[in-house]
């Protein structure tokens, strides 16, 4: 499944953006979905993650109760909403797909997902 990641830009802090995965190639619908960031000079970091049927999600520590994860398996597309956005959320957002079909684990370890998007620039001024 080729995934691209889209809404990306330039906003305030305590403002918001919402992030599209949208897929092609095949469904989006058996697979769980991650969105991992990476800021500058950091390494890439979990942000959050959406079961195949959506009924169960995670979130990073550093962005509970700021951000939801939805999808719509219809329009083969996971968003991510990043609602009162602080500067350190300045960073490539990059959404993912579970290397397997209908698996959910937690932690969502990087290695576990073999499809990522090209990533979307997010950038929080203060």
């Known amino acids: 499944v080729q995934l691209q990641a889209s809404g990306g830009g330039l906003v305030q802090a305590g403002g918001s953006l919402r992030l599209s995965c949208a897929a092609s190639?095949?469904?989006?619908?058996?697979?769980?979905v991650g969105w991992f960031r990476q800021a500058p000079g950091k390494e890439r970091e979990f942000v959050a993650g959406?079961?195949?049927?959506?009924?169960?999600?995670s979130f990073g520590d550093s962005v509970k109760g700021r951000f939801t994860i939805s999808r719509d398996n219809a329009k083969n597309t996971v968003y991510l909403q990043m609602n009162s956005l602080k500067p350190e959320d300045t960073a490539v957002y990059y959404c993912?797909?579970?290397?397997?079909?209908?698996?959910?684990?937690?932690?969502?370890?990087?290695?576990?997902?073999?499809?990522w998007g090209q990533g979307t620039l997010v950038t929080v001024s203060s």
């Open positions: 190639g095949r469904t989006l619908s058996l697979y769980t």
């Open positions: 993912a797909a579970h290397r397997s079909l209908e698996i959910y684990t937690t932690p969502f370890l990087q290695g576990d997902f073999g499809s």
């Open positions: 959406i079961s195949w049927s959506g009924k169960r999600t």
